[in-house]
């Protein structure tokens, strides 16, 4: 019997390599999206050092803001699932170099999918898409954050409007091509690799070094980057999803200083556990990108309903803890090996 063929866009990333990984291990070809196919090589080196077989992996190169190159990508593939997308904790300085290409690229990834005949496109969308906008209370599949709201972040605002233009892309279209929608809260966990370059392993990194003196007071559902790739990997066959927008996080929101506890607990010296006055970050935001991307989840605690992905897959989110010590751990091996 042939291979079922995945396209998997954003395979380089921290998602995408787990991906890639847990996909290789269960048989299918992955057929990975890069932007320069000078990162192949790399990527191949980093899943083997995972213990892959790798021979069913292949490369293609593609660009979320250029129509080149993706009818070809999606060509012969059973099943497409669309992880890249533009990310950062930051501001940008125009809310266009985030947003554009996280819908346009959606909608190319859509629309070469439905041209090759894809049974099915699992797309990576953000717990943001549903809770940004909320400051308290349980937020589940039915939730839209509002995209006009003065306290949208650009990168909560770009995953909204990609998805939004995904669903809207699929009541539009008439065929069999079905969409499944994954929505992680924060993601952490180990690298595949030795890139720590990843907003959530960059933080802790520093937390390690003791270079982040003090930590907004943020909660919100947090996941392990393992158990998010098992939860896409399982929505790609799994009949019942078809249709559905799944949160994959823990339940209960986890506090931002939670992580340096956590660290210290197990004997690492360098985490701070100080809390941010929310007024200093405000003040921060008003020169400081990063601070500014931060304001509008000040003062939020809101509540995951993850009953979906327990009911439609063998699926629960690990421990936290265990998600944050194995992240040290990674860190530590790559600057062991630097």
Request: aromatic share 6%; hydrophobic share 40%.
């Amino acid at each position: 019997m042939a291979k079922q063929i995945v396209l998997l866009t954003g395979i380089s990333g921290f998602i995408g390599l787990h991906i890639a990984k847990q996909l290789l291990d269960q048989g299918f070809h992955v057929r990975g999206s890069i932007r320069n196919m000078k990162k192949a090589q790399s990527i191949t080196n980093t899943l083997e050092k995972a213990s892959v077989n790798i021979s069913e992996l292949s490369f293609i190169e593609l660009d979320l803001t250029s129509d080149k190159g993706w009818d070809n990508a999606a060509k012969g593939c059973d099943y497409v699932m669309h992880v890249a997308s533009p990310y950062a904790a930051a501001e940008p300085k125009h809310e266009d170099d985030m947003i554009k290409p996280a819908v346009d690229g959606s909608l190319r990834a859509l629309r070469a999918a439905k041209k090759a005949g894809v049974k099915r496109v699992v797309l990576t969308s953000s717990t943001m898409t549903m809770m940004a906008t909320m400051k308290s209370g349980t937020f589940g599949p039915n939730d839209w954050a509002d995209i006009h709201s003065k306290d949208i972040g650009t990168y909560a605002k770009s995953k909204t409007l990609a998805e939004q233009a995904a669903w809207e892309f699929m009541e539009k279209q008439h065929s069999a091509m079905e969409l499944v929608t994954i929505h992680p809260g924060a993601v952490f966990g180990p690298v595949l690799g030795d890139n720590i370059t990843g907003q959530s392993m960059t933080m802790i990194d520093q937390m390690l070094r003791g270079k982040i003196p003090m930590l907004a007071d943020v909660t919100m559902p947090m996941v392990d980057v393992r158990d998010v790739a098992n939860i896409h990997v399982q929505a790609m066959t799994a009949t019942k999803a078809a249709g559905q927008r799944i949160i994959a996080s823990h339940a209960e929101a986890t506090r931002l200083v939670d992580i340096p506890k956590i660290l210290k607990e197990h004997g690492y010296k360098g985490p701070s556990t100080r809390i941010a006055p929310n007024l200093l970050i405000r003040f921060m935001s008003l020169f400081d990108n990063e601070a500014k991307g931060m304001v509008g989840l000040l003062g939020m605690n809101v509540r995951a309903d993850n009953n979906k992905a327990q009911e439609l897959f063998d699926w629960s989110p690990r421990p936290f803890s265990e998600t944050v010590l194995d992240a040290a751990k990674s860190i530590i091996k790559t600057q062991e090996k630097s």
